[in-house]
């Protein structure tokens, strides 16, 4: 009778026990990723070294938007040798001096191929010749100074001076005798330009021997405003 009754508490006490909930599972901890630095207090990478920077001789006096030099970006100070090559782009303005007192500025678009002819008085050349492939150039020139702008269809040479030179297409060019003296060569015929701030200018149309000049009073893509700005670079031009 006591075995009985000892084997009935036991099942009741497995019954009670097996419906019983189970205690719950306490959850796993949140593990929280750190926070992200500020850009300030990251690692910095190393600094670019300093751009060498020309204060005498062939160099860039000023740039306004983008251009290159010898297919690097150009920058205000950088060096400029006597083969260089400059291009600008859209809305862009590069001034460089190639020797003392010379001022350039090559204009918005436009490519120019610089040539020194050291044996210059020997060949009856000018000493600087700058090749205009496409755009504008102003000229700003001591004087005495062996030098020239070539178009396509055309040369304007001087020895001293300002002048405006601009090709609008591959026969079709502009020169426009700001100030001073300019030998005008179109299909091997010269002429004699002057001016006192009168702005002279000639149109060169067509290629090579049939390219014909004629006068201008136009001022095509210029105009006096530029002038002063241009001229007082001159004397840092050293």
């Known amino acids: 009778m006591q075995k009985r009754l000892y084997v009935c508490v036991v099942l009741a006490a497995s019954i009670v026990a097996c419906t019983e909930e189970a205690p ?17 207090q990251a690692a ?10 020309a204060t005498t001789g ?25 083969k260089s090559v400059i291009e600008t782009k859209a809305a862009s303005q590069l001034v460089f001096t190639m020797f003392s007192g010379s001022v350039i ?11 020194n002819n050291p044996d210059w008085k020997k060949a009856k050349k000018r000493e600087w010749t ?41 026969d079709d060019s502009y020169v426009c005798d700001c100030d001073g003296d300019i030998e005008l060569t179109v299909a091997g015929k010269k002429k004699n330009m002057k001016s006192k701030m009168q ?13 014909k ?15 002063a700005e241009l001229v007082a670079l001159m004397d840092s031009a050293k």
């Open 130 to 170: 700058m090749k205009m492939v496409a755009g504008a150039i102003w000229s700003f020139l001591p004087k005495g100074s062996s030098y020239e702008v070539a178009t396509p269809n055309a040369v304007a040479g001087a020895r001293g001076t300002i002048f405006y030179v601009q090709a609008t297409a591959p």
């Open 213 to 227: 000049s004629k006068p201008t009073k136009d001022m095509v893509g210029h105009d006096k405003a530029e002038i």
């Open 24 to 40: 719950p599972v306490s959850p796993a901890p949140v593990v929280e990723k750190p926070a992200s630095q500020p850009a300030s």
């Open 105 to 115: 500025a090559v204009r918005e678009n436009a490519k120019v191929e610089i040539a």
């Open 44 to 53: 910095s990478a190393p600094a670019a070294p300093p751009r060498p920077k």
């Open 199 to 211: 702005h002279v200018a000639h149109l060169a149309k067509g290629a090579d021997k049939k390219a």
């Open 58 to 82: 062939p160099r860039v006096l000023k740039l306004k938007g983008q251009a290159t030099v010898d297919g690097a970006e150009a920058y205000e100070g950088m060096a400029i040798t006597d």
